[in-house]
């Protein structure tokens, strides 16, 4: 009875047409977290976007596993930011044996130095422009609809990045001092300041030099700064001494390469991370 009931279920099941649909849907691997939010805003239901990145995981130093070639050759698409910003990249690839996978680097019209191309919004947009040409190629079934979810999330970001030039027009300071790796030079350029970051490299693992130190602590001196900044993820020890060394107080600006599972659960989004960090950059350059 029991058996013939379990039956039934499951043949019931393979008739669902929802169930059927939802297998259907494309599966996309995301590495860092705004091109994982992005494709989320994009394909919404339509699509099953994975965050490649465990959460909580530093992104410069992440390196794939076994289990994460088997996940992406599974996969529909996979998109990364770029090949400075994922240098592991190239090679994980080369071993992903799915001649169907779409790879994407969402990113990667940008080169230079700085691979943190989603901090300046406008080159976000360009960045969602690209994901949501891939899903319409990929699943051209629903075309209109990632078309028209990415000309609305695209018009979010815009907003987003009038609201920063109106909130970052009139501050009495424009240098932003971060304790962590290079990660905001699209923002400040984009916003008119003057950017210093602890370390000179990308690896947030480095530890600044001696030397470095001693730079920004003067440098804290001559500008009076009052607020410094430390970056998501990592463990502000650096900010800590510049804080006792200066008496400057410290405020978080989150890069978002990754989020924290806590974050992952509450489903945050790449726009909540960024209206934090303004409230931070308004409060730490004393913007009106
Ligand atoms: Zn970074």
Known sequence: MLRKRIFLFFLLLSFNPILQAA????TVITTLFPIYDFARQVGQDKISVVLLLPPGVEAHS???????????AKADIFIYTSRQME??????????????????EAGGDFTGNDPHTWLDFTKAMIMVD???????????VHREF????????????AELD??????????QDKVLIQSGHFAFGYLAQRYHLKYIAAYKGLSPDAEPTP?????????IRQNKVKYIFYEELVSPRVAETLAQ????????????????????????????????????LKLGLSCP
């Open 162 to 171: 009038t609201e920063y030039q109106r909130a970052l027009s009139g501050c």
């Open 23 to 26: 297998e259907n849907k494309p």
């Open 211 to 219: 030397r470095n130190l001693a730079e920004l602590v003067d440098t």
């Open 146 to 157: 990632y078309l028209s979810a990415a000309a609305s999330y695209n018009k979010k970001l």
């Open 245 to 280: 060394e200066t008496g400057v107080r410290l405020l978080e600006l989150s890069a978002a390469h990754n989020v924290s599972r806590e974050e992952l659960d509450r489903r945050v989004t790449f726009i909540d991370i960024m209206k934090v960090n303004l409230k931070n």
């Open 87 to 104: 240098p592991w990249v190239e090679k994980f690839i080369r071993g992903i044996d799915n001649k169907k996978l779409v790879l994407l």
């Open 130 to 140: 690209h994901i949501r040409d891939a899903l319409a190629a990929r699943d051209p």
């Open 62 to 72: 992440f390196e794939p596993s076994a289990g994460d070639v088997v996940k992406v």
